[in-house]
């Protein structure tokens, strides 16, 4: 059974909720999954099958607190992730203008110089237009599972 992690970044706990919402999904496509809530390097050892990020943003565009030491340490000390696919699901506030989905769009752009593969477009979901992110996440992971070939069982 091909694994999944799903990496959290979270402040006051609406991307973990997403993350708990869509682990079903992922599990009937036929993923073992694992929620990640105090992402670290040693999370990437042995690298899973697939990745996806639920990530907030906070302040000016920055990350939440429990994910600065993982995304400082992908910086510092990259690992290996030539070919590593992975999805990214980014909340934020649209208020906040050019910071919105910061936090989601600075992982990517880090993911993306570490050589890692993003399957499909980035999800950025907007506070200002959505209440529960999971009314915005659950349809787009269908859709995500689909187009990607993704379904293993």
Do not use: H
Not at 74 to 86: D, F, I, K, S, V
Not at 129 to 145: K, S
Request: net charge negative; proline share 7%.
């Amino acid at each position: 059974m091909p694994s999944l992690k799903i990496f959290v970044g979270t402040m006051y706990g609406g991307a973990l909720d997403v993350a708990e919402q869509v682990t079903p999904l992922f599990e009937q496509a036929g993923y073992d999954v694992t929620i990640v809530e105090q992402p670290s390097l040693a999370d990437l050892d042995p690298l899973p099958d697939l990745a996806l990020f639920c990530v907030s943003t906070t302040g000016s565009g920055d990350f939440p607190g429990n994910f600065v030491p993982f995304a400082r340490d992908l910086r510092e000390a990259p690992p290996a992730l030539a070919n590593w696919r992975y999805g990214l699901i980014a909340l934020g506030d649209s208020s906040y203008g050019d910071t919105f989905c910061g936090a989601g769009r600075a992982l990517d752009a880090l993911l993306d110089e570490l050589g890692a593969e993003r399957l499909g477009e980035r999800l950025e979901i907007d506070a200002m237009e959505t209440f529960m992110a999971d009314d915005a996440a659950i349809p787009w992971v269908e859709a995500w599972i689909d187009e990607q070939g993704l379904k293993v069982a």
